[in-house]
């Protein structure tokens, strides 16, 4: 009987030694090299749907995660006045955004790839935003918006890479949501960098309500958090530069007998208003790019919010919305647009309303909401990236006039 125990007893610790070494053992260097050569590749339709196939990392669980960017999802609905589904805008923009890949993801109109560049990018994952209770998760969003916005970035403020008053800081695109996901981020970013904040807000809606106008009766200090009347809660607290911010893409119904939601008193009253139709009288995109610039400005110390609001498009093209209006702008006018305003001090972005359930088999509202991440992803990093040039770059008039004098000499 001993014998046999003693005999056991040593099997076992070999088998167990056997075991360690085996998890221990490391792949020699060669044979990792041509695993990576083999597999190190994806397809636009493979890997983990994260976004622009992204490290996907849960950064609030990770306190010591860094980056530059980070792409983080805000899925909350649970305060819009009409069609819910966009706690899934998420989910559905990051699958739109699969042909999205680093290896092919040049900009033409940036010369920069945004991906490949300077700045290290992440998909934060999503907030686990609580769908019961909205107070709880009004304080969930903005808690989880200064933790990601208030880490170091990578890039250190020494760096020539950003200058201004966004040095050394982290940028944070969020995809919600509805829209009150931008009430939230405007406190932190009011944290953050200790002064109001510019808005750059393109929407159908004023989005600047009274939350009154919903009900005069039934209402509650809660009711007042919803996404038509964020803004004016958040001018009301002193989170909006209201002399340089902008309303764009305008085109709704207003209450009443009157015009008085123009007209009534209170500083959202700030916004300059840049309707869906001025597109027509200012001569195309471009005439609402100037406005827009001549609006906000270009000071590298005031910080500015991009909040786009996917029903800025008209609902021919982007149906997938909470709160959809007719008459809207296009993908291709939208994403003009977005191209022109590159120049701005934009510290933050979201993209929002995007609701899957109303969208279209071809899933063009993602699309274009995917699209617009894309290119306020390239827009902050070109921000860092010096002289690349591009569409509208001085590398391009350069390279033209190289080329006409090669065509002179030959001729």
């Not at 009301?236 to 119904?253: D, K, V, Y």
């Amino acid at each position: 009987m001993l014998k046999s125990l003693v005999i056991w007893l040593a099997l076992s610790s070999s088998a167990l030694s056997h075991a360690h070494h085996d998890h221990d053992e490391v792949a020699p260097p060669h044979v990792r090299e041509e695993l990576l050569r083999k597999w190190d590749q994806e397809w636009s339709f493979t890997g983990i749907s994260s976004f622009a196939h992204l490290k996907p990392v849960k950064c609030l669980i990770e306190p010591d995660e860094r980056y530059d960017i980070a792409v983080i999802g805000a899925p909350f609905d649970t305060a819009v006045s009409y069609r819910p589904g966009a706690r899934f805008g998420p989910r559905a923009i990051r699958a739109a955004s699969a042909r999205q890949m680093a290896g092919t993801s040049f900009n033409t109109r940036a010369g920069i790839n945004p991906y490949n560049a300077w700045a290290t990018i992440k998909d934060c994952g999503d907030i686990p935003i609580m769908p019961f209770d909205n107070g709880v998760a009004e304080r969930q969003m903005y808690d989880a918006f200064l933790e990601l916005g208030s880490r170091p970035a990578i890039t250190s403020s020494s760096s020539s890479k950003v200058k201004g008053i966004s040095a050394g800081k982290t940028k944070l695109v969020t995809l919600g949501g509805d829209h009150s996901v931008a009430l939230p981020a405007l406190r932190a970013l009011y944290q953050i960098y200790q002064k109001p904040i510019t808005v750059l807000h393109f929407d159908a809606h004023l989005d600047t309500w009274n939350p009154a106008r919903y009900s005069a009766y039934w209402v509650s200090e809660q009711s007042g958090f919803n996404h038509g009347s964020f803004f004016h809660k958040a001018s009301r607290e002193g989170l909006i530069c209201n002399s340089t911010s902008a309303h764009a893409g305008l085109r709704t119904r207003l209450t009443g007998m009157d015009d008085s939601d123009y007209t009534n008193p209170g500083p959202e009253q700030g916004f300059l208003r840049i309707h869906a139709d001025d597109i027509d009288e200012l001569g195309g995109p471009m005439g609402i790019v100037n406005r827009i610039v001549d609006r906000i400005g270009l000071d590298p110390e005031q910080p500015v919010y991009l909040s786009v609001d996917i029903d800025v498009l008209d609902p021919s093209t982007a149906p997938g919305t909470g709160t959809p209006e007719p008459g809207g702008w296009t993908t291709r006018e939208m994403i003009r647009i977005l191209r022109g305003i590159e120049k701005l001090n934009i510290v933050g972005a979201d993209i929002v309303e995007v609701s899957p359930s109303y969208d279209n088999k071809g899933e063009t509202t993602a699309l274009a909401a995917a699209q617009v991440a894309f290119e306020i992803i390239t827009t902050l990093v070109k921000a860092g990236a010096g002289d690349v040039g591009g569409w509208y770059g001085r590398k391009e008039d350069v390279a033209e006039s190289v080329h006409q004098g090669t065509d002179k000499d030959e001729l």
